[in-house]
């Protein structure tokens, strides 16, 4: 940051401060926007996998929504049992190994675009998150470094 005459900041007030706000605000605003059309797509890949398979199969693809985001998950038909990953799990592994040369290509398929989508979300839910944050702490700082003047 350029120091001035005037002290760290070029105008007093208003003007470095304002302006980057804004532009964190206007990039928290995009992200969300980001996030609901990714919501989208999640529902658009279940609702695929359903009309694809239409309930043929033991496993199914559920939307998840937690405090820390949204996910796409596998889950078993007809017992509650935990979520499931089609590559690095045991369950899943068995589930694969159990079908057909082709429908394990369009499970991977499937997985990889659940695997794509859940990340997109994630980045952009933690990337939102932090910077509002980020815009909290800089106005308490704000309002600390006015008082102390």
Do not use: C
Not at 11 to 28: A, I, P, Q, S
Not at 94 to 123: A, C, I, M, W
């Amino acid at each position: 940051m350029q120091t001035t005459a005037k002290g760290p900041f070029p105008f007093k007030g208003k003007g470095e401060n304002d302006w980057r706000m804004k532009t964190l605000r206007e990039r928290v605003e995009h992200l969300q926007s980001e996030r609901q059309r990714i919501v989208r797509m999640m529902h658009g890949l279940i609702d695929d996998y359903e009309r694809t398979f239409a309930g043929n199969l033991s496993a199914y693809l559920v939307f998840h929504k937690t405090a820390n985001g949204n996910y796409v998950r596998w889950r078993m038909s007809g017992a509650r049992q935990r979520y499931f990953a089609i590559a690095n799990d045991e369950i899943g592994e068995q589930f694969l190994v159990s079908q057909s040369p082709t429908v394990r290509k369009v499970l991977l398929d499937y997985e990889q675009q659940r695997l794509r989508l859940n990340l997109l979300h994630g980045l952009h839910f933690y990337e939102a998150k932090s910077i509002e944050r980020l815009m909290t702490h800089s106005r308490e700082v704000s309002k600390l470094a006015r008082a102390s003047l």
